[in-house]
C-alpha cells in the first residue's frame, strides 16, 4: 500500500502565506513525480504545479512567480510554498505521485485525502 498524508491548510488572510506538506510512505520502489492539485468549490480539479524525479517544474499560470514546488526526495515528501494569496486560490488542495511499487511493477498515480485552504479577510 501507498500512502500519501498532507498538512498545512487552513485560513489565512489574502496577500499572507501558506505551506503545504505531502508526504508518501508504504511500498515505493521510486517516485517519477510529485504535485498539487486544487479543486475550488463547484469546480473541477486542477493541476498547480507539479516536480518531476530529475527536477523539472511546471506551474498553472494563475500561480505561477507566487506558488514554489520543492521535495525532499530522502523524505518522500512534496511541498508547496505558497505567497501573496489571493481569494481565488481557494480550495482543496490535493497531493499527487507517481510511484513505482516495484522494480517490475508499472508506476500509478495516488492521491491525498486532500486538505483545506480558505484565503478570506
Known amino acids: 500500500q501507498v500512502q500519501l498524508v498532507e498538512s498545512g491548510g487552513g485560513l489565512v488572510q489574502p496577500g499572507g502565506s501558506l505551506r503545504l506538506s505531502c508526504a508518501a510512505s508504504?511500498?515505493?520502489?521510486?517516485?517519477?513525480?510529485m504535485g498539487w492539485y486544487r479543486q475550488p468549490p463547484g469546480k473541477q480539479r486542477e493541476l498547480v504545479a507539479r516536480?518531476?524525479?530529475?527536477?523539472?517544474?511546471n506551474y498553472a499560470d494563475s500561480v505561477k512567480g507566487r506558488f514554489t514546488i520543492s521535495t525532499d526526495n530522502g523524505k518522500n515528501t512534496v511541498y508547496l510554498q505558497m505567497n501573496s494569496l489571493k481569494p481565488e486560490d481557494t480550495a482543496v488542495y490535493y497531493c499527487?505521485?507517481?510511484?513505482?511499487?516495484?522494480?517490475?511493477?508499472?508506476?500509478?498515480?495516488?492521491w491525498g485525502q486532500g486538505t483545506q485552504v480558505t484565503v478570506s479577510s
Open positions: 508504504g511500498s515505493i520502489f521510486s517516485i517519477n513525480a
Open positions: 516536480i518531476t524525479s530529475g527536477g523539472s517544474t
Open positions: 499527487n505521485a507517481n510511484i513505482q511499487r516495484s522494480s517490475w511493477s508499472f508506476s500509478g498515480n495516488y
